[in-house]
């Protein structure tokens, strides 16, 4: 099992996948994806009254 590590309690982490990446490697992939959202116009983008909303809710769950 070449491609295991283990994690500081011992366990055994499988490095395949997204989540074991390289973070630099896994900001590319997402920007990726957020350009191609936008050029296709299926991107969401929040107005200052919504981001307000969005912020009042966040605080609520705490």
């Known amino acids: 099992m070449a491609n295991q590590q ?3 309690q011992g366990q055994s982490q499988n490095n395949r996948g ?3 990446m390289d973070p630099e ?3 590319e992939i997402a920007a990726k994806g957020g350009r191609a959202s936008h050029e296709s116009g299926n991107a969401h983008e929040f107005d200052s009254q919504e981001a307000r909303k969005a912020g ?3 605080h609520k769950n705490r």
């Open 56 to 58: 009042q809710q966040s």
């Open 18 to 20: 997204f989540a074991g």
């Open 6 to 8: 283990h994690n500081r």
């Open 25 to 27: 490697r896994q900001r």
